[in-house]
């Protein structure tokens, strides 16, 4: 049975791992003080953004960073899923799912007027997962 619960501080080494192959699969590298502000910010409590992570028999198997953000589109906030990674062994096993599911149940306690995501376009398999729960947009990303 896999769990969702908030990010601990206890979890710095089994999230680090599953952070590292998230940045793997996007083909990104982060500096070693950038993962550490990450983390902190995760699991302060007082501060966005917010984590999630799906454990089992005391492994976690994935993660969920989301936050909340003002829109000019709605008067009620936004809620960006920003990362979410599952482990290659636990994939096809409801975790992604599950993960996104708990970020919906936050959204609507929130009452966060959408929950959003990106993904790359490459990312055949989390896409499938993603058709099936929410709708795709048209918007194509911009960055400086």
């Known amino acids: 049975m896999t769990d969702i619960r908030p ?5 710095r080494a089994q999230w680090s791992v599953l952070w590292h192959g998230y940045l793997r699969f996007y083909r990104a590298s982060l500096s ?19 984590a999630l992570v799906a454990e089992r028999d005391g492994a976690l198997t ?22 979410l990674f599952v482990d290659p062994a636990a994939r096809g096993d409801g975790v992604g799912r599950a993960l ?16 959003y995501w990106l993904t790359q376009e490459f990312n055949a398999p989390g896409r499938a997962l993603y058709d099936t729960l929410a709708r795709r947009t048209s918007f194509i990303r911009y960055e400086r």
Do not use: K, M, N
Request: net charge negative; glycine share 2%.
């Open 100 to 115: 996104i599911h708990a970020v919906y149940a936050a959204a609507d306690r929130a009452r966060a007027a959408t929950v």
């Open 62 to 83: 994935g993660f969920v960073h989301y936050l909340f953000h003002r829109s000019t589109w709605a008067v009620a906030d936004s809620c960006y899923l920003e990362d």
């Open 32 to 50: 070693d003080s950038v993962t550490d502000a990450t983390f902190a910010r995760l699991i302060d409590t007082h501060s966005q953004p917010y």
């Open 7 to 11: 990010l601990r501080a206890s979890d």
